[in-house]
């Protein structure tokens, strides 16, 4: 497995590692800073591929952040590994996830942030934002960089392949095209569609995002509003349209 890693925004990286026994690229997202911020660890078994990466552009000993949306292992299954080897590490996630996961699975207690809490880690302000069951998962959220706009999207506009770093289109299209392929998968139903889903991603798309880090797939660079927009209507076309019953 091969790990590429590209700066898609000022000081922030994105290291990619395609596997292919998934078929897609699992994307952790580092923003360089007085307080290094790691967003998604990366699975336990992929921990030395991750390393690697962050090795490439800080010392991991100084790593001081470690986010994700919500537990699962891709998003947080090394948390252990980074702790272990960061003496200064904090994960940092929702109320709900250091509550109801990640105090008890951790080796040391979260920062737990509410919605719309701000982190510090320097020059870069990451605006956190609970978006429970967006993508999925009751004790998920997102984190807005602020500064130049970034936001680290987890597996929303999922697309699967190795494709590039970075794209200027195409986005909505690839995550139509993913979302109803999924559909039929053995991986369906992945995203829920409730009362929240629609206005937690119309908030996402107010804060006007230029960058688009996703964790599965190219990262975007454009108009993020217009993006997100689209998205919640695929989903709601979609997902949102009540299955039919025989
Ligand atoms: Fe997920
Ligand atoms: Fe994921």
């Known amino acids: 497995m091969n790990t590429e890693v ?3 925004a000022p000081s922030v990286y994105r290291i990619s590692t395609f596997h292919p026994d998934y078929g897609i690229q699992f994307n952790q997202f580092l923003i360089k800073d ?11 078994k992929s ?18 952040w470690i986010g994700f949306s919500h537990f699962e292992s891709d998003e947080c299954g090394a948390l252990n590994e980074w702790l ?14 250091a509550v109801v996961s990640v105090n008890d699975f951790a080796v040391r207690p979260a920062r737990a942030l509410s919605d719309n809490e701000a982190l510090e880690i320097g020059g870069h302000r990451l605006r956190f934002l609970a978006t429970p069951h967006v993508p ?21 506009f999922f697309h699967p392949g190795d494709p590039e770093p970075m794209i200027e289109s195409g986005v909505v299209e690839r995550a139509r095209e993913s979302i109803i392929a999924g559909m039929a998968g053995p991986l369906a139903k992945d995203m829920p569609y409730t009362p929240y889903t629609d206005s937690a991603l119309h908030r996402l798309a107010e804060l006007e995002p230029k960058t688009l ?5 190219s990262s975007f660079r454009g108009d993020g509003r217009a993006a ?8 709601r076309e979609t997902i949102g349209k009540p299955e039919e019953t025989s």
Do not use: N
């Open 6 to 8: 590209t700066e898609i």
């Open 34 to 44: 007085d307080e290094p911020f790691l967003m998604h660890t990366g699975f336990k």
């Open 47 to 64: 921990f030395s591929v991750t390393l690697e990466g962050v090795s490439s552009i800080i010392d991991p000993s100084k790593l001081r």
């Open 84 to 97: 272990g080897i960061a003496p200064q590490a904090q994960a940092v996630c929702s109320y709900v996830g």
């Open 136 to 156: 999925h998962s009751w004790d998920a959220g997102l984190f807005f960089e602020e500064t130049d706009r970034t936001l680290l999207c987890s597996d929303l």
């Open 213 to 217: 880090a996703l964790m599965h797939g």
């Open 228 to 235: 997100i927009i689209s998205l919640a209507e695929i989903i």
